[in-house]
């Protein structure tokens, strides 16, 4: 089947614009994550869904992020008043609920690069 | 709250060398333990768990709870291993996962 899908794959947009990225999971997976991976700074946690619980946004930067996931499915991460240090690669991924198995299955990721 | 730690940003091994890959952990509970791998240009993926107790592409890694480590090893590294590894932990029960910043390892020829 398919697995975790990413768009766009490349955004370029200029400072101070909102950029929205989309997210769609492994059909059936209840977990949905957010990651950013920056040169140099590995994997950063932003944010987490699991079902119909309320997210854990932790991990968001500042409140010029914000996610959400519509029916349980897709999901979409809105970055408002785009900085440069907000250029990096998101990741998205999905993991079933079965407890059983964690195992995060990875997008492609969005590469955003900010002018 | 659960902590990944992996001290090594760069790893630089020659080929045939053996390589270890460290990773320490902080969790009140019960941990579950994992090794994710990307490769140049393709999607981050899973490579080993602890609860599994395999050994993947010549990798092993032993949960040691009393040094809360998690060490990624392999006896002979080659060049096809070179990549960006992190270690994960979750508390087990539950999808909440963390990630340690990742170790880059560079296998040379």
């Known amino acids: 089947g398919a697995g975790v899908s990413q768009s766009p794959s490349n955004k370029v947009t200029e400072k101070g614009k909102d950029v929205e990225l989309r997210c769609d999971p492994i059909?059936?997976?209840?977990?949905l994550y957010w990651y950013r991976q920056s040169l140099g700074q590995g994997l950063e946690f932003l944010i987490y869904?699991?079902?119909?619980?309320?997210?854990?946004k932790s991990g968001l930067p500042s409140d010029r992020f914000s996610a959400e996931r519509t029916g349980g499915s897709v999901s979409t991460l809105t970055i408002q008043r785009t900085q440069q240090e907000d250029s990096a690669v998101y990741l998205c991924?999905?993991?079933?609920?079965?407890?059983?198995?964690?195992?995060?299955?990875f997008g492609p990721g969005t590469r955003l690069t900010v002018t | 709250a659960q902590r990944v730690t992996q001290p090594e940003k760069l790893l630089s091994v020659f080929k045939g060398a053996p390589v270890e890959l460290k990773c320490n952990y902080s969790y009140s509970g019960s941990p579950e333990l994992f090794w994710y791998v990307q490769y140049s240009r393709q999607r981050l993926q899973l490579l080993l768990r602890?609860?599994s107790r395999e050994s993947i592409k010549g990798f092993t890694a032993d949960l040691n709870k009393g040094e809360t480590s998690f060490h990624l090893k392999k006896p002979f590294a080659q060049e096809e291993d070179s990549a960006m590894y992190y270690c994960a932990l979750s508390g087990r029960g539950n999808n909440d996962m963390r990630f340690g910043a990742g170790t880059r390892l560079t296998v040379k020829p």
């Open positions: 602890h609860i």
């Open positions: 059909s059936g997976h209840t977990a």
């Open positions: 869904f699991q079902g119909n619980s309320a997210p854990d």
């Open positions: 991924a999905s993991s079933p609920s079965s407890t059983s198995s964690y195992e995060q299955y």
